[in-house]
């Protein structure tokens, strides 16, 4: 069967310490990826989506980067948090059906 | 540039009731509208996808439509329960001529079910 899976489900981290969000999808290969983000009174807005290993493609100018070293695994990245980045980060992949998202990572930056 | 506005932002019903939650987008060259769920601190869950060739799709209590040319789709809820009760949020994918996976979605309408 067809899963996306995403950790941690909450993460506190301080301002200016780095950053690792890891999302992975089973059953399928080649998947298109995308993270979004979800900040408080701002809606959900795409961030960065890759269609195969090594190509990422970013929406929206950030303090974040995205990273794709295996064909099911995509990664969200970075250096130094700034307190603006606390949000609930959601993967997706897109099967025929639509896109199908995973169960988020909660961030806040302290 | 493609805007989702949805209305109301928040609504209260008591059980029983049918309800319509609405989605309005800028730009009619949609390839698809999606539908979705979202319970507190939870992912999100779809409900419906229409292609933009549809008019509307069902899934037991739930219908949704699609107005491509005024830019509208409504959700349409019947005999409403209380674990209907969450946030509802419309997206599209505005590529126009392909399945790009690149959403657009509205803030959203909280829903509360009351017993």
């Known amino acids: 069967s067809q899963t996306i899976h995403q950790w941690p489900a909450t993460l506190v981290q301080p301002v200016g310490s780095p950053l690792s969000l890891e999302c992975t999808v089973e059953?399928?290969?080649?998947?298109?990826l995308y993270w979004y983000r979800q900040a408080a009174g701002r809606g959900l807005q795409l961030l960065f989506y890759?269609?195969?290993?090594?190509?990422i493609s970013s929406e929206v100018p950030q303090n974040l980067s995205a990273s794709r070293p295996q064909d099911r695994q995509f990664i969200l990245s970075s250096k130094k948090l700034l307190l603006s980045d606390s949000g609930f980060y959601l993967c997706?992949?897109?099967?025929?059906?639509?896109?199908?998202f995973g169960s988020g990572t909660r961030l806040t930056v302290v | 540039k493609q805007e989702v506005t949805q209305i109301p932002a928040a609504l209260s019903v008591p059980e029983g009731e049918n309800l319509v939650l609405n989605c309005s987008f800028t730009?009619?060259?949609?390839?698809?509208l999606q539908w979705f769920r979202q319970d507190p601190g939870k992912g999100l869950t779809s409900l419906l996808l229409?292609?933009?060739?549809?008019r509307e799709q069902t899934s037991g209590r739930l219908n949704a439509s699609l107005d491509k040319s005024s830019g509208r789709s409504t959700l349409y809820i019947a005999a409403s329960q209380p674990g209907d009760s969450a946030t509802y949020l419309c997206?599209?994918?505005?590529?126009?001529?392909?399945?790009?996976?690149?959403?657009?979605f509205g803030q959203g309408t909280t829903l509360q079910v009351k017993p």
């Open positions: 229409i292609q933009s060739s549809q």
């Open positions: 997206a599209v994918d505005s590529s126009g001529s392909s399945n790009t996976g690149k959403l657009i």
């Open positions: 890759s269609v195969g290993i090594g190509q």
């Open positions: 059953g399928t290969s080649n998947p298109n």
């Open positions: 997706a992949w897109l099967p025929a059906r639509g896109p199908t």
């Open positions: 730009d009619s060259a949609i390839y698809n």
